[in-house]
C-alpha cells in the first residue's frame, strides 16, 4: 500500500474508532437507563443488568458502524481540503478515483466488522439475550412479588404482600380475585410461600380467610382455613420463548428457510429471505456510507470559506439512501422473488459516488455545458 493510501487510512480508522466510541456511549447509556429501570426495580442484582448490558452492546454497535464510517469519512476529507493537503494530491496527478481507493479500502474493512456483527456477533447475543430474559421471568419472587406495592400480575387480579422475609416468606398477604364476572373472592393470610410443582408455581397461604361476594345476590361468605393453595402458575409468563425472533436465526436458515424454520419463527418465507439479505445489505452500507461522504466534498474543492455546503448535501445524500431503503423494503414485503431490489440502496449510492467522483476529475464540465446553452 502507497504511503497516500497508508496515510489516508491512518487518519480515517483513527477518526472512526473515536466516532465509534462516542456514538457507542451515547446508545448504550440510552439503553442502560431503560435496563436499569427494568432490572433493578423488579429485584435483579448489578450483575445481571451489566450482563444484560452487555450482550445488547453489539446491536448497538451494529447500528453505529455505518454513521462512524460516515463521520469520520466526511471529517477526514473536510481536513484534508481545510489543509490543502487534497489539492496538493490533486495538482500531483492524483485522480479523484485514485483519492478514493483508501476510502474504499477503509469502507471495505468496516463491512467485514459489520459482517461479522450482523452475521454472528448480533443473533448470537440476541439469542441468549432472549434466554436469559426467559430465565429470569421464570423467577417469580422478582417478578411478581414487591413489598408494599398493589401489583397486577394479570387482568382482575390484585396481590400485595407487606413483607418478604430472608427466607422467602411472605408476610400478611392479600389476593383478589375477579376475573370470575359472577363473584369476586379474596384472600388474606398472615403466612405463604411460593412453592415450585409439576403445574407451575403455587402459592401456599397458612392461617387465612377466604370472603367469597356473589355479586348477583350481594351476599357475603366468609371461610377460615389452616392452610390453603392457589395456582398463581396461569397468572404470569412461564418463561418458555414462544416464537423465536428472526433477528436470532442464522443466515443460512434465514435465505433458505425450512419448515422447523417457520415454525418457531411463525413468519413466510418472503420475510426471512428479506431478513437474510437485509443483514448484507447493512453490512455494504458502510462501504456506500463512506463514498458518498469523501465524492461529495471532494467535488467541492478548496474554499478559504470551508466546505459546509457539501457536508449538508452528504448528509441529505446519505438520508436519500436510507429513504430508497425503506421504499425498496417496502414494495417487496410479501414477495420473496424480489429479494434483489433490496440492494437498490447500494447501487444508488455507488451510482452517486461514481458519478460525484467523475465530476471532481472534470469540473469544468457542467460549467461547459451551461455555457453552450447560454
Do not use: C
Not at 442484582?45 to 450482563?51: I, N
Not at 448497538?60 to 476529507?77: C, D, E, G, H, N
Not at 466488522?113 to 419472587?141: K, Q, Y
Not at 428479506?274 to 478548496?302: D, K, M, N
Amino acid at each position: 500500500m502507497a504511503r497516500l493510501d497508508r496515510y489516508m487510512l491512518s487518519q480515517l480508522m483513527m477518526l472512526f474508532g473515536f466516532f465509534s466510541l462516542v456514538l457507542i456511549m451515547v446508545y448504550w447509556v440510552n439503553r442502560a437507563v431503560i435496563l436499569f429501570d427494568q432490572l433493578i426495580a423488579d429485584g435483579q442484582s448489578a450483575g445481571v443488568f451489566l450482563e444484560f448490558t452487555a450482550l445488547s452492546l453489539p446491536n448497538v454497535i451494529r447500528l453505529v458502524l455505518p454513521l462512524s464510517a460516515f463521520a469520520a469519512s466526511v471529517y477526514v476529507t473536510n481536513r484534508l481540503s481545510t489543509d490543502s493537503e487534497l489539492t496538493v494530491m490533486q495538482a500531483t496527478g492524483h485522480s479523484a478515483v485514485r483519492l478514493a481507493r483508501p476510502v474504499i479500502v477503509f469502507g471495505l474493512l468496516v463491512t467485514a466488522l459489520m459482517m461479522v456483527l450482523t452475521h454472528v456477533l448480533v443473533p448470537t447475543s440476541l439469542s441468549r439475550l432472549n434466554d436469559r430474559e426467559a430465565e429470569i421471568a421464570e423467577n417469580v419472587t422478582a417478578r411478581l412479588l414487591t413489598e408494599g406495592t398493589f401489583l397486577n400480575p394479570a387482568s382482575g387480579i390484585t396481590f400485595y404482600v407487606r413483607e418478604i422475609s430472608a427466607s422467602g416468606e411472605l408476610l400478611d398477604i392479600f389476593l383478589t380475585d375477579t376475573r370470575n364476572p359472577k363473584r369476586q373472592i379474596t384472600y388474606t393470610a398472615e403466612q405463604s410461600f411460593l412453592v415450585r410443582s409439576d403445574d407451575g408455581p403455587q402459592l401456599v397461604m397458612i392461617n387465612g380467610l377466604t370472603q367469597t361476594l356473589t355479586l348477583e345476590t350481594q351476599r357475603l361468605t366468609t371461610t377460615t382455613f389452616a392452610d390453603s393453595t392457589f395456582d398463581i402458575g396461569g397468572l404470569i409468563d412461564s418463561g418458555s420463548r414462544g416464537r423465536v425472533n428472526i433477528r436470532e436465526v442464522a443466515t443460512m436458515d434465514l435465505l433458505y428457510p425450512t419448515q422447523e424454520i417457520r415454525d418457531l419463527t411463525r413468519r413466510d418465507d418472503a420475510t426471512l429471505i428479506h431478513e437474510g439479505h437485509g443483514r448484507f445489505l447493512q453490512a455494504l452500507l458502510a462501504v456506500v456510507a463512506a463514498l458518498v461522504g469523501f465524492s461529495t466534498l471532494l467535488i467541492g474543492g478548496f474554499s478559504r470559506f470551508g466546505i459546509s455546503k457539501q457536508i449538508v448535501i452528504a448528509i441529505f445524500l446519505l438520508i436519500a439512501i436510507k429513504t430508497v431503503e425503506s421504499v425498496a423494503v417496502g414494495a417487496i414485503r410479501g414477495q420473496a422473488h424480489l429479494w434483489p431490489i433490496i440492494y437498490t440502496p447500494i447501487a444508488v449510492g455507488l451510482v452517486i459516488s461514481a458519478a460525484q467522483l467523475y465530476w471532481a476529475d472534470h469540473p469544468s464540465l457542467f460549467k461547459r455545458r451551461v455555457r453552450g446553452f447560454a
